[in-house]
């Protein structure tokens, strides 16, 4: 109660000083002849200055910028149309003439408006280099009678205008022109006739991208660059339609394929030796997922339409480059993302591989060595990402197994010796993981209580099952004394329950004489000699407790 009676006095004591100090303001108004200031029209005056100052720069940002982007797209528009026309009555190089005069003049306009006008300056000299491409394609296209029959010469001089335009963009630092004109050279690309003409120039504008983008830090062009390119590759996969072509898979080959994941390279080159002000920021992991999954289906889809000899060989050596790019990034910069996005897309494409090498079931066994391998790697990675996703793809393998397969034959247990190979190594190496809980190791060797009883139960003659369940059983404890794990002994405790109950319920009534007698006879004494384990141990731990007391 006293601290609010003092919040109230004090609260009052600043309000009888703001009082006495508006009195004396007043006083000096009087004395001086001044009249007083009325602050609500003040206040309605400024929020109608700035209101208009809103409109003002809404109406300038419509009337300058806007309008001058729709004008010069409709005056282009309007000069490709004019140069679409036949002129069947004048030369035939009459089109991409006018063309050339056209583009010259508004470079000439762009030029002489640069200094007062910068903004239209930058719109009209893109839309000049727009111009020059287009005329420079009049020259064979869009005619009946085209100034240049062959089409060898086109290809040449429309890469002759995309250099022209690149040096143009790059010197007035343009990110926008140099998008444009790295578009006009991927276009090039798809007009060429000879196949590995149209790798060859996409393979050196993507290193063009790479190369400019690091030059001037532009690192979205990267992205841009990435998008273009796989997009181009489609194109041409499907016969190029936008020019009128009919819709068809092209013909491939081992080879070209391999171009694909040379790009691929690249444009993580770009990624990879960027400067040290960039981290692993949204930008390098878009450009990095958009390169390794673009780059891989583009190179599965081209495998999977060619001859199927050299299938698992080709997806190995996609395997071999994705891992190598992980391995390069966790070495570099101790990646958390590109390392993963790269390792995933280099063991699916091991996965391939091992499909196309090997028949159903014996490929889910090696799929599920393999999974072996990714936990190994997973682990040096320190990718708790990629343990996770792989404890999932194993999950799928093994479901997979048991719906295709058909039969369960002893190969199946590999799935369960992976299973507790890969807990122990997770244990072994849990240190280097980001996992605060043993989740997925308890996984693994839940899997692996489950997959031995199963597989033994479909391999084993069904007199022997619940012997082969027993020696499981003591294998755990085994394990459980070697490594001092509790959760072994568990594994064991549940077996030998496991087994217990088969006996009771299918043992007693299926079983020869003879394999029943034995059966139970082993479980018992299996049982009470762990009894009189457990029963020694708790003696000396007791012991051992009185003593210290």
Not at 206 to 217: C, G, S, V
Not at 303 to 327: C, G, K, N, P
Not at 365 to 390: H, M
Request: proline letters at 2%; aromatic letters at 16%.
């Amino acid at each position: 109660m006293s601290d609010r009676y003092e919040k109230q006095s004090e609260a009052g004591q600043v309000s009888e000083v703001l009082k006495n100090l508006e009195a004396r303001i007043s006083r000096i108004e009087q004395h001086l002849n001044l009249e007083p200031v009325e602050f609500k029209e003040t206040a309605e005056a400024v929020v109608t200055q700035r209101a208009a100052e809103t409109t003002d720069t809404l109406e300038f940002q419509i009337g300058h910028y806007w309008f001058a982007k729709v004008g010069i797209v409709a005056l282009i528009i309007g000069i490709v149309f004019l140069l679409l026309q036949p002129y069947s009555t004048l030369f035939p190089a009459f089109a991409p003439i006018l063309g050339y005069i056209l583009a010259g003049t508004v470079a000439l306009f762009s030029r002489y408006m640069r200094k007062s006008f910068p903004f239209l300056s930058g719109y009209l000299l893109g839309s000049g280099l727009v111009l020059l491409y287009f005329a420079t394609l009049r020259l064979h296209y869009f005619s009946e009678q085209p100034a240049l029959a062959d089409r060898a010469p086109e290809i040449i001089l429309l890469l002759i205008v995309v250099i022209i335009n690149l040096i143009i963009s790059s010197r007035r630092k343009s990110v926008y022109m140099t998008a444009l004109s790295l578009t006009m050279g991927y276009a090039a690309a798809l007009m060429s006739e000879w196949t590995y003409s149209f790798f060859i120039i996409v393979t050196v504008m993507t290193l063009l991208t790479i190369y400019i983008e690091l030059k001037y830090k532009w690192h979205h062009l990267l992205t841009y660059g990435i998008v273009l390119t796989y997009f181009t590759y489609i194109l041409w996969f499907i016969n190029n339609p936008l020019v009128g072509n009919p819709l068809a898979l092209r013909a491939s080959s081992f080879g070209t394929a391999l171009f694909v994941l040379l790009w691929a390279l690249i444009f993580a080159a770009g990624n990879f030796i960027r400067g040290k002000d960039q981290t692993e920021d949204s930008t390098v992991i878009i450009s990095s997922l958009l390169n390794g999954l673009g780059a891989y289906t583009l190179y599965l889809l081209t495998t999977l339409t060619e001859s199927q000899e050299h299938l698992a060989v080709s997806h190995l050596v996609a395997s071999s480059v994705f891992l190598i790019l992980a391995i390069a990034f966790w070495l570099r910069e101790k990646s958390r993302y590109q390392t993963f996005f790269y390792a995933m897309i280099g063991y699916a494409a091991l996965s391939v591989a091992i499909i196309a090498q090997f028949k159903t079931p014996y490929s889910f066994v090696w799929l599920c060595w393999q999974s072996l391998l990714v936990v190994s790697t997973s682990v040096w990675f320190r990718s708790k990402f990629i343990v996770v996703t792989n404890f999932i793809i194993y999950a799928i393998i093994f479901i997979a197994y048991l719906v295709l397969a058909g039969t369960v034959s002893a190969t199946s247990l590999s799935f369960g010796v992976v299973a507790l190979v890969s807990a122990r190594i997770l244990n072994w190496q849990r240190h280097r993981l980001e996992l605060r809980t043993e989740l997925m190791r308890n996984a693994y060797l839940i899997a692996a209580f489950f997959i031995f009883p199963y597989a033994l139960y479909y391999i084993v003659p069904s007199d022997y099952i619940s012997l082969s369940w027993i020696a499981v059983a003591i294998l755990y404890y085994v394990l459980s004394l070697i490594l001092k794990s509790i959760k072994y002994r568990w594994m064991a405790l549940s077996t030998f329950l496991l087994t217990a109950l088969y006996l009771l319920i299918i043992g007693i009534t299926k079983l020869e004489p003879v394999y029943r007698i034995v059966s139970f006879l082993i479980l018992g004494i299996a049982l009470l000699i762990i009894s009189f384990i457990y029963a020694r141990t708790r003696i000396k731990t007791s012991s051992k407790d009185e003593s210290t007391h």
